[in-house]
């Protein structure tokens, strides 16, 4: 690397939300450039910005997210950061994050993908099959809610929103009988040994698209931070995430829309599941096919425009 290293007089700045999870992938982040180029802790800042996402008032309302700002609740005054220099780098969970982002940043660099399954998580269930007839399920996901209703339309569904800590909280409280959480956000906690949870095959809930993975952005042009991130780059993550999230872009997806995907790479091949559902869950459209792994974000592409058509304009209309 020819330009100058972070350091403890000029440290680098890393932009997370404030939440356990978001600060673990900041450290995630900061040890990976620490190795790859011999440094100090201090030569790195952690920078905590609180995003409309954050706060606790609003998000513990009932207004759907799309109406309160939509994926960009978790990431707009972070990007707004990074763009106007007040920090060098930001470090996202990229299910939260929008196929659009703001002009004068770069999303390219992706840590290596973490477990993709979903938890089931309860204090005294082991499973979905296990759920009584009627039982509450806590859960903010709306793909999460289309996907156990079309499977148990007998089931009550309840908003849980909050990080992990907050959400079993709620379950000790007997808000629900079970919740659901993502297995790479337990792992990156260190919480597998202490939550109550069981991972749930993609066969049985395809995951949201980009799940288990961290994406880290930054300004467009700036060289010396493309090549601090370069060695952190996986090669394989961003190649499934180009086929996810070009699904994603062609079904113009939100996290008011309820839409899983998942691709996975096995010998220069690339197999993608899609699928989309009415948001009662009474309906689900899926998809699944193979492509060389070059050819990933169109057949993404393709495959969500296809999914759109078939849905048919009124398919996403809520009824619940």
């Known amino acids: 690397m020819t330009h100058a290293l972070p350091s403890p007089d000029a440290p680098l700045k890393i932009g997370t939300r404030g939440s356990p ?22 030569a790195f800042e952690i920078v905590v910005i609180k995003t409309t996402g954050d706060d606790r008032a609003l998000i513990a309302s009932d207004t759907p997210l799309k109406e309160l700002g939509g994926k960009g609740l978790f990431t707009k005054e972070i990007e707004e950061a990074l763009l106007s220099g007040g920090i ?7 299910k939260d994050m929008p196929v659009l982002q703001p002009g004068g940043l770069v999303l390219e660099c992706y840590l ?8 089931f998580v ?3 269930l082991g499973g979905i099959a296990e759920l009584p007839e009627g039982a509450v399920v806590g859960t903010s996901s709306l793909r999460r809610r289309a996907q156990l209703l079309n499977r148990r339309p007998d ?14 909280k709620k379950l000790e409280d007997g808000v629900a009988s079970c919740t659901f ?3 790479a956000g337990l792992t990156r906690l260190g919480m597998l040994d202490q939550v109550p949870a069981a991972a749930i095959a993609p ?10 993975a961290i994406g880290i952005e930054r300004r467009e042009g700036d060289t010396v931070t493309a090549a601090l991130l370069e060695p952190l780059h996986d090669r394989e993550t961003g190649e499934r995430l180009a086929a996810e999230r070009a699904f994603l872009a062609a079904l113009d997806g939100s996290c008011e829309t309820p839409i899983a995907g998942l691709a996975e790479l096995s010998g ?10 009415r948001p009662d869950g009474s309906e689900v459209l899926s998809d699944a096919e193979t492509a060389p792994v070059e050819d990933g974000a169109k057949l993404g592409h393709e495959m969500g425009r296809r999914l759109l058509e078939r849905a048919g304009p009124d398919f996403f209309s809520w009824r619940g």
Do not use: K, W
């Open 122 to 124: 309860s204090p005294t």
């Open 203 to 212: 066969d049985d809930m395809l995951p949201a698209v980009a799940q288990g």
């Open 21 to 42: 999870l978001a600060l673990a992938q900041a450290h995630e982040t900061r040890g990976r450039i620490m190795a790859a180029f011999d440094l100090p802790e201090e």
């Open 181 to 183: 959480l993502a297995m």
């Open 268 to 277: 220069g091949m690339l197999r993608l599941r899609g699928e989309v559902l």
């Open 155 to 168: 089931l009550q569904v309840v908003q849980f929103r909050g990080n992990v800590q907050t959400r079993l």
């Open 112 to 119: 290596r993908r973490e477990d993709v399954r979903d938890a």
């Open 88 to 94: 060098d780098i930001a470090v996202h969970s990229m």
